[in-house]
């Protein structure tokens, strides 16, 4: 039995933009990859909402719907924890497909999320804490799936689930879920670690990280699946291509093509900065579709300095590459100003003082020879017309 596997499509990400169809650009592609497969696995957040907008979800279902087309011989043979009539027998023509949902998708316990709403209309076998066993000309594969669930709780719900493997099948066992040391946010911190996964099972299939690594796990193998399309960008997911794999006792892995480059830069401030990334700008290829080229700028900047236009720069080179500057940098202005709030904090001084003083040390900052009293009280009385004469040096009427 040949088995498909891919995780975190991400349907719908940044929908209406300019990256607006690359999610389902790479689940398509994910689809044709899989048709000589006899079952899809899908580890969690095909969808990018818990509740995606009309279009999203037609678009989705109509990709999906391509693998009922491809003949098979899978047939469903048993079900633990998971109600026959739950699944349309829609779901088993061609090469089913089975899915667990992810944090993106989930809902409170009595609502639907979009994969149960998929398993409605017949396009797939959704699993929670459930398994479902398949037989291809006499070989089993017993898929066991758990949804995600907040990070708080899985490791009480892994256990209380407590999966076994089936006698007789190739076990694989899917979750959504950070894994320490897989871990997607330190501001959410796992429960459950490699050592908790029970024993004996030949396939470990984790999504919700978005990068890939496998190997050696208990008895079987680990899969962090990774995912189909560059959502958040992160410097650790840049070393490979994105993926996906197939598995038939061993792992393949399938680049998809039809991907963006992505070019990362790391830059500390400086005086040149702009010229710096002109320069990386330049020398990007003039291909489709547009590369995303990824600036990561830290440091201080110096206090005779203005900010750089950034956005300016993102507009400019919008028709070679898609750019997305993020900044970490401090300002010596700034420093100073917060020391000097809490100089006047501490001295107690009206908010009216505090202001007075605040715009005095501006103004000696930019060597400005005005009277700093009679610019603060028309700042209170709200005469900013005559304080931006006073400063381009325009004479009052």
């Not at 999610?23 to 696995?41: P, T, V």
């Not at 066992?173 to 490699?194: A, C, E, G, N």
């Amino acid at each position: 039995m040949k088995v498909s596997i891919f995780s975190d499509c991400h349907c719908g990400f940044a929908y209406g933009e300019e990256r607006g169809e690359d999610s389902f650009i790479a689940l398509n592609e994910s689809i044709e990859k899989s048709m000589d497969s006899d079952l899809i696995l899908i580890a969690g957040d095909l969808f990018d909402s818990r509740v995606p907008r009309p279009e999203i979800f037609a678009k989705t279902a109509r990709i999906l719907s391509k693998a009922q087309h491809i003949p098979t011989n899978t047939k469903l043979v048993d079900l633990v924890n998971k109600r026959k009539e739950d699944i349309s027998p829609l779901a088993l023509r061609g090469v089913p497909i089975v899915s667990i949902h992810g944090t993106h998708e989930r809902r409170t316990k009595y609502m639907v999320n979009p994969i149960q709403a998929l398993e409605h209309a017949g396009l797939l076998i959704h699993l929670h804490c459930g398994t479902a066993v398949f037989d291809v000309n006499g070989e089993k594969v017993a898929v066991h799936g758990m949804s995600g669930v907040p990070e708080r709780y899985a490791g009480d719900v892994l256990s209380r689930w407590n999966p076994r493997p089936i006698e007789g099948a190739k076990n694989i066992l899917m979750i959504h879920q950070s894994v320490d040391p897989y871990i997607y946010s330190p501001l959410d911190p796992p429960t459950i670690k490699l050592e908790d996964f029970p024993d004996g099972f030949d396939l470990y299939i984790l999504g919700h990280i978005h990068w890939t690594e496998q190997k050696p796990l208990k008895s079987g193998t680990i899969l962090v699946a990774g995912s189909t399309t560059y959502t958040s960008l992160h410097k650790h997911e840049m070393n490979a291509k994105k993926s996906i794999y197939k598995y038939d006792g061993s792992l393949l892995s399938i680049p998809l093509e039809k991907q963006r480059n992505i070019y990362w830069s790391e830059f500390d401030f400086s005086s040149d900065i702009v010229p710096m990334i002109e320069s990386k700008l330049n020398s990007l290829p003039n291909i489709e579709p547009k590369p995303i080229a990824v600036f990561k700028i830290k440091g201080i900047v110096p206090k005779e300095m203005t900010m750089p236009n950034f956005s300016e720069l993102e507009n400019r080179y919008s028709g070679k590459a898609i750019v997305k500057i993020t900044k970490k940098l401090k300002a010596e202005k700034l420093e100073e100003q917060i020391e000097l709030i809490n100089k006047l904090r501490e001295q107690k001084l009206s908010p009216e003082e505090q202001g007075l003083r605040i715009l005095q040390e501006n103004l000696k900052q930019v060597n400005c020879g005005l009277n700093v009293e009679e610019m603060f009280e028309m700042l209170v009385n709200g005469e900013t017309e005559n304080i931006y004469n006073l400063l381009i040096g325009k004479k009052s009427e």
